[in-house]
Protein backbone atom coordinates (compact mmCIF):
# COMPACT_ATOMS: atom_id res chain seq x y z
CA UNK A 1 0.00 0.00 0.00
CA UNK A 2 2.65 2.66 0.56
CA UNK A 3 4.17 1.94 -2.87
CA UNK A 4 0.97 2.32 -4.19
CA UNK A 5 0.65 5.82 -2.50
CA UNK A 6 4.06 6.83 -2.83
CA UNK A 7 3.92 5.93 -6.86
CA UNK A 8 0.27 7.89 -6.77
CA UNK A 9 2.24 10.83 -5.35
CA UNK A 10 5.22 11.19 -7.11
CA UNK A 11 3.60 10.23 -10.65
CA UNK A 12 7.00 9.72 -12.50
CA UNK A 13 7.66 6.51 -15.74
CA UNK A 14 5.36 3.42 -15.10
CA UNK A 15 3.87 5.21 -11.75
CA UNK A 16 1.65 7.39 -13.57
CA UNK A 17 -0.59 4.63 -14.83
CA UNK A 18 -1.09 4.20 -10.68
CA UNK A 19 -1.99 8.14 -10.99
CA UNK A 20 -4.57 7.49 -13.58
CA UNK A 21 -6.51 4.50 -12.17
CA UNK A 22 -6.45 6.28 -8.43
CA UNK A 23 -8.05 9.40 -10.48
CA UNK A 24 -10.78 7.64 -12.12
CA UNK A 25 -14.30 9.15 -10.84
CA UNK A 26 -15.89 5.43 -9.80
CA UNK A 27 -13.67 5.95 -6.72
CA UNK A 28 -15.18 9.11 -5.19
CA UNK A 29 -18.44 7.17 -3.61
CA UNK A 30 -16.00 5.11 -2.23
CA UNK A 31 -13.53 8.05 -0.39
CA UNK A 32 -16.99 9.47 0.79
CA UNK A 33 -17.64 6.26 2.72
CA UNK A 34 -13.41 5.81 3.76
CA UNK A 35 -13.53 7.23 7.59
CA UNK A 36 -16.95 5.37 8.12
CA UNK A 37 -15.29 2.27 7.24
CA UNK A 38 -12.26 2.64 8.82
CA UNK A 39 -13.85 3.51 12.19
CA UNK A 40 -16.28 0.33 11.96
CA UNK A 41 -14.86 -2.18 10.05
CA UNK A 42 -13.89 -4.23 13.23
CA UNK A 43 -17.12 -4.28 14.58
CA UNK A 44 -18.65 -5.56 11.56
CA UNK A 45 -15.65 -8.54 11.13
CA UNK A 46 -17.00 -9.78 14.06
CA UNK A 47 -20.61 -10.08 12.61
CA UNK A 48 -19.39 -11.60 9.63
CA UNK A 49 -17.52 -13.92 11.22
CA UNK A 50 -20.82 -14.92 13.19
CA UNK A 51 -22.86 -15.34 9.91
CA UNK A 52 -19.82 -17.60 8.23
CA UNK A 53 -18.83 -19.91 10.98
CA UNK A 54 -22.85 -19.76 12.71
CA UNK A 55 -21.41 -18.79 16.04
CA UNK A 56 -19.98 -16.57 18.65
CA UNK A 57 -18.15 -18.99 20.56
CA UNK A 58 -14.41 -18.90 19.85
CA UNK A 59 -13.72 -22.07 21.20
CA UNK A 60 -16.28 -24.09 19.06
CA UNK A 61 -14.07 -23.16 15.66
CA UNK A 62 -11.29 -25.45 15.41
CA UNK A 63 -10.68 -25.04 11.63
CA UNK A 64 -11.67 -22.83 9.26
CA UNK A 65 -11.86 -23.07 5.84
CA UNK A 66 -11.10 -21.12 2.67
CA UNK A 67 -14.25 -20.72 1.85
CA UNK A 68 -15.41 -19.34 5.39
CA UNK A 69 -12.47 -16.83 5.63
CA UNK A 70 -13.54 -15.26 2.44
CA UNK A 71 -17.00 -15.63 3.38
CA UNK A 72 -16.11 -13.19 6.88
CA UNK A 73 -14.12 -10.45 4.15
CA UNK A 74 -17.48 -10.86 1.95
CA UNK A 75 -20.02 -10.20 4.72
CA UNK A 76 -17.51 -7.95 6.67
CA UNK A 77 -17.71 -5.78 3.84
CA UNK A 78 -21.12 -5.71 2.99
CA UNK A 79 -22.23 -4.73 6.72
CA UNK A 80 -19.36 -2.01 6.92
CA UNK A 81 -20.77 -0.55 3.39
CA UNK A 82 -23.99 -0.63 3.83
CA UNK A 83 -23.44 0.93 7.65
CA UNK A 84 -21.04 3.24 6.21
CA UNK A 85 -23.27 4.43 3.13
CA UNK A 86 -26.41 5.51 6.25
CA UNK A 87 -23.73 7.34 8.42
CA UNK A 88 -22.56 9.27 5.91
CA UNK A 89 -26.33 10.03 4.56
CA UNK A 90 -27.43 10.79 8.20
CA UNK A 91 -24.83 11.87 10.50
CA UNK A 92 -21.62 12.92 8.22
CA UNK A 93 -23.30 14.76 5.40
CA UNK A 94 -25.23 17.11 7.57
CA UNK A 95 -22.32 18.03 9.78
CA UNK A 96 -20.24 18.75 6.42
CA UNK A 97 -23.13 20.97 5.14
CA UNK A 98 -23.04 22.79 8.49
CA UNK A 99 -19.69 23.29 7.90
CA UNK A 100 -20.31 24.86 4.12
CA UNK A 101 -22.64 27.46 5.38
Not at 21 to 32: G, R, T, V
Not at 81 to 99: C, M, W
Request: glycine share 6%; proline share 5%.
Amino acid sequence: MSILLLMALCPVGPSRVVKWILSWPIWHPFAQLIFSIYLFHFVFIVFGAAIAFGTLDKDSITSASILQVFGVYFWALVLTIIFSTFAHIYIEGPFLKLREG
